[in-house]
């Protein structure tokens, strides 16, 4: 490999598309194939541990891999996460029992949180200012309709062709991005001292562990261990940033923190990744429990935030350039606060009240994800471009666990003060909701047409709670992103470009 080889930049983007693809779908595919696999393989009370050891591994991997990136190149840790990805996905098929599949699914989420950054991190690499907010856009869409459409997917593989292929799907995908990043990306061979923060990253992986448990598993567990596993996360945390300060090759560039632009939009990420992932669990809840609507309807309801997302990508690529990307955040936290507002207003008019605010708030979702990446690779240099992308990463996928975790306490909180409040507590308990799922309640016939009128009530009232939670969310979003400044570019954000000759 020489410096006149060139970057063959179409090809590599498929590739980078690809891999988007397999890692954003992985999140929630699995939604809707997981009763099918506890029926199967059984293990019903490691259910959520499923999800849980998906997301941990992908949370704590993304700065490992963020960082590798930056010590050894992009290509050769692009096609490593792939192969782990891929190894994961390949076993998590032929899991015979649900341990076997928890187990699984931690290195399947080691090689999601290792092909997120660095297919973002190689946008920035390889496309200038003016291209790279189109490019980030075709990203941002790819990861926000994929994760959104996962449901429905896992869905349709389950009813065809068996869940194990909701897994097994990824291999020609995984394949081709392999081959197409060996044959066609071009990257210059950095020598220098190369060390890993080994320190750093036991500590993150404490840090990040205990919370991610408590998060999953508390309400289960019980509130005293819960407290517990926060304040070990408290603690390791509070090592690893003392860890990282004294390092001499961080794992985590904590100066990035002290730039405004970086901070904010961190912070104002990982609201976004709250308020995403309260709406695609609780707004199909609503729509069927609520509404009585079919799975279909409620799916509608949610997919129309997939069209809103990529059309307000796209135009923050266009025109991050001319118009800044103080303008554009704020355009976004407005229009996302608009759309949860409207979400929470309308819902109870019908599917159709609920689409409009799905659509609106996923204009926004689109406006602030790809210019919070765009501008955070634009304002350091190529050795930190994959370090920033990563935290920046990781800030979404923590929302989205801790999303999942305080507003479904919001709701099954709420609905038990109402059950006490009602006098139905000792009567019923919080899975008879799943009497109001829509056409399947007339076949339970478990509950009186009363006692299912109210749960309706009590689940309606509930849910507006979650949803009117969410909306105050977004004010925080808001105002994180109010606050990020103008990006300045420099001639070394653009390094990484004319080494790799593209």
């Given at each position: ?19 988007a693809?397999?890692?954003a ?14 029926a199967?393989i ?46 994961g ?43 790279r ?26 009813h ?17 991005a ?69 390092a ?20 104002a ?32 309801t ?59 708030l996923g ?61 139905l ?21 478990t ?15 509930s ?25 300045e ?14």
């Amino acid at each position: 490999m020489t410096k006149s080889r060139k970057t063959h930049r179409p090809l590599v983007l498929v590739a980078m598309v690809l891999a988007a693809f397999m890692g954003a779908i992985e999140g929630t595919i699995i939604a809707t194939g997981m009763p099918s696999i506890a029926a199967e393989i059984g293990g019903f009370s490691l259910y959520s541990w499923v999800f849980s050891s998906f997301l941990l591994m992908q949370a704590v991997a993304i700065p490992i891999f963020g960082k590798l990136s930056d010590l050894m190149g992009r290509k050769p840790a692009f096609i490593a996460g792939v192969v782990v990805f891929l190894a994961g996905s390949i076993a998590c098929g032929f899991a015979t029992s649900m341990g076997m599949l928890v187990a699984f699914r931690f290195v399947q989420g080691m090689g999601a949180g290792a092909v997120q950054p660095i297919t973002t991190t190689l946008a920035g690499d390889l496309y200038s200012l003016e291209e790279r907010g189109r490019v980030q856009g075709y990203l941002s869409s790819v990861w926000g309709v994929s994760s959104i459409a996962g449901p429905l997917v896992g869905g349709l593989i389950v009813h065809s062709v068996g869940w194990q292929w909701i897994f097994w799907m990824n291999v020609p995908f995984g394949i081709a991005a392999i081959v197409l990043v060996a044959r066609y990306l071009h990257e210059p061979v950095r020598h220098g001292e190369r060390s890993i923060d080994y320190a750093g990253a036991g500590l993150l992986l404490a840090a990040v562990g205990p919370l991610m448990l408590a998060l999953t598993q508390g309400s289960v567990w019980g509130w005293p261990i819960a407290a517990g596993l926060l304040a070990v996360s408290a603690v390791a945390f509070a090592l690893f940033v003392r860890q990282e300060r004294r390092a001499p090759d961080p794992l985590m560039h904590m100066e990035l923190w002290a730039d405004p632009l970086i901070r904010n939009a961190n912070v104002a990420t990982l609201a976004l990744g709250i308020m995403m992932i309260g709406i695609i669990t609780f707004l199909p809840t609503f729509v069927q429990g609520v509404l009585g609507r079919s799975a279909l309807v409620a799916g509608f309801t949610l997919s129309v935030m997939t069209v809103g997302w990529p059309l307000s990508a796209f135009a923050a690529g266009h025109l991050i350039v001319s118009l800044g990307v103080r303008r554009i955040v704020r355009v976004g936290g407005v229009t996302a606060l608009v759309g949860t507002v409207a979400i929470a207003a309308l819902s109870a008019r019908g599917p159709v009240g609920a689409g409009v605010g799905s659509f609106v708030l996923g204009v926004g979702l689109g406006l602030l994800s790809t210019t919070f990446v765009v501008a955070i690779q634009t304002s350091v240099p190529w050795h930190q471009r994959g370090v920033a992308t990563a935290s920046n990463m990781l800030m979404r996928i923590l929302g989205n666990a801790l999303g999942a975790a305080l507003f479904g306490g919001v709701l099954n909180f709420q609905m038990s003060r109402y059950l006490a409040r009602t006098g139905l507590s000792g009567r019923v308990s919080l899975d008879s909701i799943q009497d109001l799922m829509g056409a399947a309640a007339p076949r339970n016939g478990t509950l009186s047409a009363d006692v299912l009128a109210t749960l309706r009530t009590g689940l309606s009232e509930s849910l507006h709670v979650v949803f009117w939670g969410i909306a105050l969310l977004a004010v925080g979003t808001l105002a994180a992103a109010w606050r990020v400044p103008e990006m300045e570019r420099g001639t070394e954000a653009l390094e990484g470009i004319h080494e790799m000759g593209a």
